[in-house]
């Protein structure tokens, strides 16, 4: 039998159908912050039914980390898009219709949308008292500051910054922005839900199903065993598909129906549902002449948007990986998980890594060149070794940084020449503590089924899981077969996150499968990994294995349109042993072009905190005419090395790596992603050309003259992304290169034209670049004046 | 209204309402699941189906102008179909949500071209998003399934 990918035969949570099932529409707020004074209904036909905040006042909040969320808001909408009332009837075009004879009165409250503003004193409150959550995904030390929007404030202290600084000969300081990128899974959130008497089920994708039961048990007052979860497989997901997404309402719906409710987000509500955090990292270095670094200093703002979902512990991660695989004597971190009025963010491929790699490992090019090093000797120089303690103190074993970083400069021929080079080496924790639990039970007719609560996203769990099983047990992977996620008949499991799953699961496979070799029916086994930060000092076991990743970038930069290009990308990751080397490959292919675009062209865009570009059309994912001439990767394997998780680490490296190729020529850039506005504003500053705009403006009107839009102009393939007008036809064989300036003949009669159109034209270009520079201040992350020492 | 087509080889006739794109009747009346919506704007290829042997975004085409056409889905390829066999080789998914609609484009593709360079392949592909990112191994994939067609000419599928 071939694969059921190739014969489009799997069944996704949004192909479930259920007798008698009604399909959902939400109603969303169009306004960030609101009290919600009437709802008017009574334009809705018969026979809709229809959810309000009344019909869900009596029951609990929800929340994995902090427990800031209801089924409907009672008091008020905290961003544009969250969930005023929802209406579920026989055909989704019937629920759609309803929405809309809704009448909805708002009265607006003021908002704030950027971090560092928000966790400043006197910003409008998102919530007035922030509680920790009782999930288990609430697994570490949270910090909320009450009367604040900073939720959780992680610290790390390890011997003293402030004589590190004096002690040193170089101080490099910088603040950068990363701007929220989405998930983008080809297949939207989708959930069924159902009753039976008290007993709820929930049919949808998640990479969470056991803490998804105990919040929806928590939401309803009922015990967790009452609450049944099957995940099926999940079309894409990259941290989206985590925790209660459209599951809560789903189960309002169906109970107030008394009938199974369906719900399937349409492509922009997925924006207004799970984002990654934007956010703003402070970073200072100190080192001696030597290059030896001696302070660390790390400023994080991760903005979780209107609720939390585990925005602490991205804040806590994009803290404790911020100082990077350096031996640094002195180092202290302050990271924040900051409410505001956007939409809420959460767990995104990398987990905050990427952020705060992006500023650290810039900050790390901006030292070499003022102590006048090569970048890659400064951080060989510091990089840490076996044996070495981590600033939490813990001891690091198995390292490869020197190696994977020796790989990335190779493949781009640093020795030779480091301009339009970069390169970045980097850390990332996976979850700690963690448990993970796994049963195997023999068939009578010699085959194996495997039960874990590990969810298929694309990323070859299960394949996985049976290869391992099969090597175990010595018997043909045909042989073993692993059903999807149901958490009636699977052990306990943390979740499918953090590329813990091959690591955590594979070893609690070896522990069931001797298990099973002792009674012969089903054998029963279980790992946990002890650990955890002190959330005060971040001294403790972060994790309690590292993913370690590097890259190198090599960039083709047209300096008078601030145009550019990666021609090469190469990105090695230490793999222990892999299991499945397609799906390795995979795994580190998808990292790479997934960052590539989070380097190059992708940003949510809001106004007044309504997202403005909530479409694939506005909003690029990378293409296959986006990837690079030259990209390749490695798999590094030690002999008796273990199975490391990878589903994640090739991706953070990427923009610093980028973004120092771009250093390598003196172009500065601090904010992601990368776009030829803002190289062409680094090339300006850099030139001390001073108001750049003004030179701009003098530059021929061929430079694009197109929007402002991040990374547009890099893209090769705009044309294929345009609809087709007319026939919806998606023939690529009629594409020409529209959106590029096409040359003019120079005719005779045309030169009157010509003449007109022109003088039309540079006015535009005028009008336009003097309203980007507008454009630009407004967003530009407003760092309050303590930051600016 | 009634809409008559032939889907796979075989004639049917549906119910479908005029403002309805022909993705919706697909999935609803002919039950064909591999057809998915995810862009809903023609931009991303997932729900690319075979129209008379050219791809067309089902998302936004209005489900009446299917009228008398000639409609494939990867249900209609049988399972084995070169690009199909070549996508496994390769392995050339991840979720598999997008793959279908990439099979299609590639075959496609190859019966426009069935030596295509690099550069062709990419500019073809460059509509049909994956975001898992396979996108080398799809690459890989055609290239396999342009050697094979050319030992065993395609069997063509519906």
Redesign the interface.
Known sequence: M???????????S??VEMKGMLYAHLLRSPVAHARVLRVDVSAVPEGAVVLLPENVRDLGRYGPQIKDQEALPQERVRYSGDVVAAVAAETAEEAEEAVGLIDVEYEELPAVFEEVEAASEGAPLVHTTINISKNDAAYFGIRPQQGTNTCHLFRLRHGDVEVGFEEADVVVEETYHTAGAT??????HAAVARWDGHQLEVTTGTQTPFNMRMDLAGLFGIEEEKVRIISP????S?GAKTFVRTEAIAACLARKAERPVKVVL??DEMWMTLNRHPATVRVKVGARSDGTLVASETECWANTGAYADCGPGVAQKMGFAAPGPYRIANVRVDSRAVYTNLPPNGAFRGYGQMQSTWARERTMDLLADKLEMDPLELRIKNLLKDGDNYCTGETMHDVHFERLLQGAVDAVGWSESRKNKGLCVMLKGMQTPSRAAIAVEAEDDGTYTVRCATTE????AKMAMCMMAAELLSVDVEKVSCPDPDTDVVPYDTRTTSSRSTHMMGRALKVAIADLEENGERGYGEVVDEGGLDPDTGQGVASSHWHQGAAAAEVEVDEETGRFRVVKLHAPIYAGRVINR??A??QN??????GLGIALFESNEFAEGQITNA???DYN???????PAA?SHELVEREGGEVQGLGETALPPVPPAIGNALYSRGIHVTELPISAERVLDAVYARDGSGDAWAKASSEPISADGRNAHAGESIL??GP?????PG???????D?GLPGRVKPLLPSPSALLLLGTLGAGLLAIVLYRLLYRRVEAKKKSPSVPQALRR | MKVRFNVNGEAVEVEARTDEMLLDVLRREVALTSVRQTCGVGVCGTCTTLVDGEPFSTCIMLAPLAEGKKITTVEGLGGNHPVQDAFVEAMAFQCGYCTPGMILMVKSLLEEDPEPTEEKIRQYMGGNLCRCGCYAKIEDAVNLAASASKVAPSKGGA
Do not use: W
């Open positions: 071939t694969d059921m990918r190739v014969t489009g035969a799997v069944r996704y949004q192909d998930h983008a899974p080809m297949e939207p497989p999940m079309g894409g990259f349409g492509r996203m694309g990323q070859g397609p799906a490959e995979l292919e998808g990292s790479m072009i997934m479409n694939l059309s994912v990378p293409a296959m005419d986006d990837m990209l090769a393939s294929t992304r345009e609809p087709t026939n919806g036809t998606h023939s690529p064989s594409q």
